[in-house]
């Protein structure tokens, strides 16, 4: 599968900071970096195509680019958004797989918690990550870096509308689990379709009722009724974690 993103493209520039996630935005061949600014000793080690223009800036620079609050660590690339991926496109590239998995976000707006889905996402090899296009945060540099570099290595896929995309991908052999605290039965109770989309919702709302409604079937993580509800980035781990347990080879 390619490297890719939103279905909706921004026209402003991102601003993509700290090792990690610049280093591997630099492996990304779909990603097209117009400037790399750093602080001096900060690209040792780096491989940099001769193509990116460079600039040595004071770390003051960099903090008034990104924030004081940023943890830059000395470098800070100004790229344009990644090329679109559709949805289309990842139906066609899961077609033949015997097994695949895809989260998709309803209502999950703090681009943190969507940077630390990605990151699991990659973890445990998903296929895409689906948002909104309305209402989900954009991508940034914010986001990048809680992803720690999986925005390079996934889709993450903009929709208009998430009923609909789900039953495109119902159509396309996938079944569409959502993830609610008040299900009756916890996942590791159930077999796991080979080929699973798992709705997560906000913390506090949760899933909308035409999103509820378009799953399959509902389902919950076995925590502690005291507590009534995960992080939905914890959640999102967690449920991935189950789906590898129950089709660790696939």
């Not at 939103?6 to 492996?27: E, F, N, S």
């Not at 344009?80 to 991926?85: D, K, M, R, V």
């Not at 899933?207 to 502690?224: G, V």
Request: glycine share 6%.
């Amino acid at each position: 599968m390619s490297r890719h993103t939103t279905q909706k493209q921004a026209t402003k520039d991102v601003l993509i900071y700290g090792r990690h996630p610049v280093t591997l935005a630099l492996q990304n061949k779909a990603r097209k970096i117009t400037e790399l600014y750093y602080t001096k000793g900060a690209i040792e080690a780096l491989k940099i195509p001769t193509t990116i223009p460079t600039r040595l800036v004071q770390k003051e620079y960099l903090d008034t680019l990104v924030g004081k609050e940023a943890v830059h660590q000395g470098l800070v690339a100004r790229c344009e958004p990644l090329p679109a991926y559709t949805l289309e496109q990842l139906i066609k590239a899961t077609k033949t797989d015997k097994s695949s998995v895809v989260l998709i976000l309803d209502q999950v707006t703090d681009p943190h918690n969507i940077g630390a889905i990605l990151r699991s996402a990659v973890a445990f090899d998903a296929a895409a990550v689906i948002i909104p296009e309305a209402g989900a945060p954009n991508e940034t540099g914010t986001l990048a870096k809680s992803a720690s570099g999986a925005l390079e290595l996934i889709p993450l896929i903009r929709v208009p509308n998430l009923s609909r995309a789900m039953e495109k991908l119902k159509e396309n052999d996938f079944w569409c689990i959502g993830m609610d605290g008040y299900a009756t039965n916890c996942i590791g109770d159930m077999k796991l379709p080979l080929k699973s989309a798992f709705v997560m919702g906000s913390e506090g709302s949760g899933m909308r009722r035409l999103t509820q409604e378009s799953c399959d079937y509902t389902t919950k993580l076995p925590i502690n009724p005291a507590i009534e509800s995960l992080n939905v980035s914890n959640a999102a781990a967690l449920t991935l974690y189950e789906f590898r347990r129950q089709h660790p080879d696939q």
